[in-house]
């Protein structure tokens, strides 16, 4: 099969777009059976490229897709409302990243394997602000907290 074809699965699932030898290959809608959609790139039948995936519990993922992983630049936004805005890798937050939690909290700075980790900033709801170095998602080593009332801590965690 090549060329722009829909191909419907026994599962349900349907497939509307590209394709080359048989793969999926180039921009395509693929609608999974349990109502999940991905809309764009395919490359030998993987999703790759710019894509936007909506889950049916509401969170979307609208960036760079590699192997099937988001990988790259993207957008997450959550159905809680959270939004995460940065690189990914092998699926996870991975780099330079800001996440707005829907509460009100922001923490712009690294990220690995889904976790804070280096240095960043977060701003707390209430005032507070701590800038310094994370690791495995906790503060730690050289930091400074600031509170809301004029209280500083400039030291290690």
């Known amino acids: 099969m090549t060329g722009k074809e829909i191909m419907k699965w026994v599962n349900s699932c349907v497939f509307d777009g590209c394709w080359s030898n048989g793969l999926k290959h180039g921009h395509g809608v693929y609608r999974y059976v349990n109502g999940d959609v991905y809309r ?3 490359e030998n039948g993987k999703i790759d490229g710019k894509g936007i995936m909506n889950w049916v519990d509401g969170d979307v993922f609208d ?3 590699s192997n099937r992983l988001k990988d790259g630049y993207g957008v997450y936004r959550y159905a809680n409302g959270d939004v995460h805005t940065g690189h990914w890798k092998k699926g996870g937050n991975d780099g330079k990243g800001i996440m707005r939690w829907a509460n009100g909290v922001v923490f712009d700075g690294c990220w690995s394997n889904g976790l804070r980790h280096g ?3 977060c701003r707390f709801t209430n005032g507070d602000v701590h800038s310094g170095h994370w690791k495995k998602g906790e503060k730690d ?3 400074i907290k600031r509170w809301a009332g004029g209280d500083v801590f400039d030291g290690c965690w």
């Open 40 to 42: 764009g790139n395919w």
């Open 63 to 65: 960036g760079c897709w």
């Open 119 to 121: 240095y960043g900033v």
């Open 141 to 143: 080593g050289k930091g």
